[in-house]
């Protein structure tokens, strides 16, 4: 079945770059997406990528899609400790049709040290 | 503004209780969704409702059932609460369409005692 997997965590300095990844098993997926959630907070989106493409830029994020090995990117350029969240990866399965069932990753928790 | 609301931020209930946990989306979105977010498993879906008296199991159904009367409002019925259902349970809402953006709530805490 599909599964997408993140590493759990991640220290960074305030100023530099962050990088979380993750893999997913469906090669099939239409759409990528990362997800960000904010303490006490529900999730709110961040960014996606359709699957033909191979990157995709939005001010400090670049979403890089690697769809060979099935491994996809966030990378947030000047951390901010406003940064500090967990990091949800999620890939909409091919055939999930209109409802838009999504499938998560654990989340990768992003800490920015001051 | 877009908007998700789950009845209760914090809920403790006791064993063998039934439980309701409610949730309301002001966007006539079709289609609505219940998932459980326990820490290092991320968020797992537990039902869907993609109209009014339509819904499907997702990954982890058991023990849970759901409600959708109105469009607006998806229940989530544990029926004999049990201590492996304390969790975080997070509800969304998204229109139909190929990409189309889901809206979470904040969340809902449930502890069982």
């Known amino acids: 079945g599909e599964d997408v997997e993140q590493s759990l965590f991640l220290s960074v300095r305030e100023g530099d770059s962050s990088v979380i990844n993750c893999t997913y098993t469906?090669?099939?997926?239409?759409?990528l997406y990362w997800y960000k959630q904010e303490p006490g907070a529900g999730l709110q989106l961040l960014t996606y990528?359709?699957?033909?493409?191979d990157m995709k830029q939005d001010q400090r994020l670049t979403v890089l899609l690697n769809k060979k090995d099935k491994h996809l990117s966030l990378r947030i350029a000047d951390t901010q400790t406003g940064d500090s969240a967990i990091y949800f990866c999620a890939e909409r399965p091919y055939g999930s049709g209109n409802t838009g069932k999504l499938i998560f990753g654990q989340g990768t928790t992003l800490q920015v040290k001051p | 503004d877009v908007k998700v609301t789950q009845s209760s931020r914090y809920l403790v209930k006791r064993t063998g209780e039934k439980v309701f946990l409610e949730c309301v989306q002001d966007m006539d979105h079709e289609n609505m969704f219940w998932y459980r977010q326990d820490p290092g498993l991320g968020l797992r879906l537990i039902y869907f409702s993609y109209d009014v008296k339509m819904k499907e199991k997702g990954d982890i159904p058991e023990g849970y059932s759901v409600s959708r009367e109105k469009k607006e409002r998806f229940s989530l019925i544990l029926e004999s609460a049990s201590t492996n259902q304390t969790s975080m349970y997070l509800c969304a809402s998204r229109v139909s369409g190929q990409n189309t953006e889901a809206f979470f709530g904040q969340g809902t805490r449930l502890t069982v005692v």
């Open positions: 469906d090669s099939s997926s239409t759409y």
């Open positions: 990528i359709f699957s033909n493409m």
